[in-house]
């Protein structure tokens, strides 16, 4: 765990200290489980469970790109329990503490953390786990109704899911910075125009229909955004856990099937969305509501995704953005016909 400016972090014996205040059990074997980009987390031994400790990564100890990026731990810790009063079965890693919710901070604030439940699974493969992909969408749709104030990236605390926009586009702006069509650039000056001016003429057409996702009549919800394969972990074919809530924000609730579809559908054939949708809405309108505006919206991500790898330079990544940008803009014109 050491290296990388992460020796200005807690060790295993700190670690211990934080699931013992936060369980009120005697700590037995501290493990280290990883690193994110804002955050370390440990598994420790409490009484008879094992717990996850996550510590958030000083901002002088992460690398350049993720300097500015909040880990928002209590408010990951809001989300969990807000999750578990709505449904006590819930699949996500159980709530027990964070720094903002304990009197004692064994850790003096010098850094922020969570204690919650350890999770365990396999990654969901969709193809594999229609059933957890179906519990999945129930999931979402449990979150999307949780009780929420303002918009867009949340504000760091645990009594509530606040987020940190007072307007639809602040929302949408705070959440993946500079994104057309919302940031009221040319479509001309975007990363696309260079690498598929082909598909100009297809977006602008959309150009209208996205910019409806920022009304102050668009439904929004807290979503995920974020839902690739290992947060989302599966036992028996079943959802066991949805992890790492760290990017999640205020926006129109379709964003999170989107996120779904490109890291899910869009490469793999599209029976993963109708799967996904099956669980999160019983209507069929409404499922056919919720597909349109997943394609639209898919739209956006993907363009978000070639911007993100144009900038940082990944052209590994850049061709998979392209090609799901390629696959759902049909999809999203004609749905919007």
Known sequence: MAGGGLGLMPDATAIARVAREATGDTPGEVRPLGRGVTCVAWAVEAGRQEVAVVVEIPRDARDATHQDDPANLAARHAIHVALREADPAAPVPEPIACSATIDRDPLGGRWSWQVLGLASGEELDATRH????????RLLATLHALPVE??????DRADA?????????????????????????????????????????????????LLRYADANAQVGVCHTDLYGR???????????????????????????????????AHRGWGALDTLLEGYESRRVMRDVREAETYQLLVVLALQKVQKHTLSGDTARLPEALEVLRAALPRAVRRDA
């Open 231 to 265: 947060h989302a972990l599966v036992q028996d074919g079943r959802l066991t856990a949805v992890m790492d809530f760290g990017d999640a924000a205020i926006v129109p609730v379709a964003f999170d099937l989107a996120s779904f579809a490109y890291y899910f559908a």
């Open 161 to 209: 899911i606040r987020g940190v926009a007072s307007t639809p586009t602040d929302g949408l702006l705070s959440r993946w910075g500079r994104q057309w069509p919302y940031d009221g650039r040319a479509l001309l000056a975007h990363p696309v125009a260079r690498h598929a001016p082909d598909l100009i003429g297809a977006l602008g057409e959309l150009r209208e229909p």
């Open 150 to 155: 303002g918009r867009g990236a949340l504000e």
């Open 130 to 137: 229609p059933e957890a992909v179906r519990d999945l969408g």
